[in-house]
């Protein structure tokens, strides 16, 4: 027993399709176009009632009845078109309502009216259509069933004094037209709303592929840029942004942007001539290297300009020299240091003999002292392919410094060169692998002796370090020499660039890459009236006292 003041609800079938979404909501055009159709009958029912009375293709069996249908008609469609303008109702609740409404005052009126026996079927035919498109196909034919029910109660109540076969003739027409009518607008508003619905994840997809593209191409350190048949810019990476010098952005000519870039446009265009060496497309950017692509073969219309930044062309070509250079190593070592220790063993052997003459003892000097440079070479090249990760440890960087020094003192010092320690009072701890800091501070010492003497005078080496509370410890290691040109300092860091004899160009690399392993820089840094200096800036500085 249901308690009371509480209200039973709904069940049925209406509300189960409303609550499962099986009918399709129709959009503003399809619903408003469903609403006005409707509106257009119910005036035009309106003008036949109160005007056409007395015309003989017409007859109204009772005209007050016939009056106030379509007076009802039309008031039921106006307030539907109100409630689709208000919101007030869901589409799909105002598509029923309104079939349903149509097969209503279209049966009503057959059975009160002479003369549109032939009409109203196919207006009822063009709503049902309209609304079966929308619905599921039970339901379409529920529907159908419903409105040939109706008209054919109408046309055989008609047939009853014309003649019953003609009647059931017409209703069996009607009945059949209506239910391929409804089946065929079920079928084919189900395939569009398919297709619409698979075109909508082909344009959603489509936009996420654009925006990832764009994403990409934005991200990409190769410049593109897009330009069309007049040469205006039409797309623009932030990298070409940049090596462009930073243009304001729109679409730009080329020829206002970079007339060195517009140049080799125009002779790509006249020739197909691809500019062959780099060049700086505006004041302050790095050199760059044009490539012209057409973005469609069929026609000239637009051009992709990709520019080749040559600071990334050269790491790339670096990067494959020092591969290559690690391939070979295990062949150099195998191949070459065996023989080699060879060699300096039997050259050993040699000097040893009592009765040598001194020719032969100069000519065995000879054979020693090239055997020592190569080997040299062969372990500057193995400790550059075979270098190992980093494995940082905390270092007293001030005592690890005076052991360092006294110790180079005592074993690789040339005799009359001087070499000065200045430490700081403040002590502090720095973060490195032990094994690198050696190697580091060993190459730039024996660089400062090997390439820093001056032209009179003894050499003077002075190492440095500099501590503050704010700012990382500082290592300088500078000599007395002539220092390195300006224009040759990014190359004396490049690897196999030297410009002494014996030199493998390989030991500021090294240390430079050393440094960056453990989270350091290493920079040229050189002052008036003193040589070439080199400053190792370290990572993270932990000073614990005075």
């Known amino acids: 027993m249901a308690q009371p003041g509480r209200r039973k609800r709904n069940t049925g079938f209406f509300s189960e399709l409303m609550r499962s979404h099986l009918i399709a909501a129709p959009n ?31 007859r109204f069996e009772d005209l007050h009845i016939t009056r106030a249908l379509g007076l009802g008609y039309l008031g039921a469609a106006v307030v ?18 309104g079939v349903i409404l149509d097969i209503a005052v279209m049966s009503t009126a057959m059975l ?19 609304a079966a498109n929308f619905l599921p196909m039970r339901l379409a034919m529920g529907m159908a069933a419903f409105a040939v029910i109706g008209m054919q109660a109408a046309m055989i109540s008609h047939g009853l004094g014309d003649g019953i076969t003609k009647a059931g003739a017409d209703a069996a027409v009607f009945g059949v037209a209506t239910f391929v009518v409804a ?54 990476n932030e990298s070409a942004w940049r090596q462009l010098g930073g243009p304001r952005r729109g679409e730009l000519p080329i020829d206002e ?40 073969a ?63 003892r100069k000519l065995i000097g000879i054979i020693d002292k090239h055997s020592q440079r190569l080997e040299h070479i062969v372990r500057g090249v193995l400790d550059l392919a075979k270098r190992e990760r980093a494995r940082p440890d905390v270092i007293n960087i001030n005592s690890w410094l005076a052991t360092q020094i006294e110790e180079f003192r005592l074993t690789r010092l040339p005799e009359g060169d001087l070499l000065d320690l200045q430490l700081p009072t403040a002590t502090s701890e720095i973060l490195f692998d032990p094994v690198h800091l050696d190697q580091v501070v060993g190459n730039l010492l024996g660089n400062a002796i090997n390439y820093g003497r001056p032209a009179v005078g003894p050499l003077e080496i002075t190492v440095s370090l500099s501590v503050s509370a704010n700012e990382p410890p500082r290592l300088l290691i500078a000599d007395n020499g002539s220092g390195i040109p300006a224009d040759k300092i990014e190359l004396a860091f490049k690897p196999f660039y030297t410009t002494g004899k014996g030199g493998t ?6 240390c430079r890459q050393l440094c960056e392993a453990n989270s350091a820089t290493l920079d040229y840094d050189s002052q008036p009236g003193r040589g070439a200096g080199f400053v190792v800036r370290f990572h993270r500085p932990v000073i614990f006292g005075n």
């Open 183 to 236: 089946a065929i607008a079920s079928l084919l508003g189900e395939r569009v709303r398919e297709a619409e619905a698979l075109a909508a994840r082909r344009r959603m997809e489509l936009l996420d592929m654009d925006r990832l593209n764009d994403l990409v191409v934005h991200r990409m350190r190769t410049g593109v840029l897009v330009l069309d048949e007049a040469g205006r810019i039409q797309r623009m």
């Open 80 to 97: 539907l078109l109100l409630y689709a303008l208000n919101d007030r109702l869901s589409r799909q609740g105002q598509l029923l309502l």
């Open 112 to 130: 009160f009216t002479r003369g549109l026996e032939g009409m109203l079927p196919l207006l009822l035919l063009v709503s049902l259509a309209g």
């Open 298 to 360: 069929e026609n000239n219309d637009l051009t992709v300009v990709f520019l080749e930044d040559i600071v990334l062309l050269n790491q790339h070509a670096e990067a494959l020299t020092l591969d290559t250079l690690g391939r070979l190593s295990a062949s150099i070592a195998h191949e070459l240091r065996n023989p080699l220790g060879a060699i300096r063993q039997a050259g050993q052997l040699l000097g040893e003999a009592p009765d040598l003459p001194d020719r032969h």
């Open 505 to 510: 160009g390989l030991g500021l690399y090294l």
């Open 257 to 296: 942007v970079s007339p060195l870039l517009a140049q080799g446009w125009h002779r790509w265009r006249e020739g197909g001539q691809q500019p062959g060496a780099p060049t700086s497309l505006a004041e302050g950017t790095v050199p760059s290297l044009p490539r012209f692509i057409r973005l469609f």
């Open 28 to 58: 503003w055009r399809e619903l408003m176009a469903l609403h006005s159709y409707r509106c257009a009958l119910g005036l035009l029912a309106v003008a036949l009632t109160f005007g056409a009375y007395d015309r003989e293709w017409v």
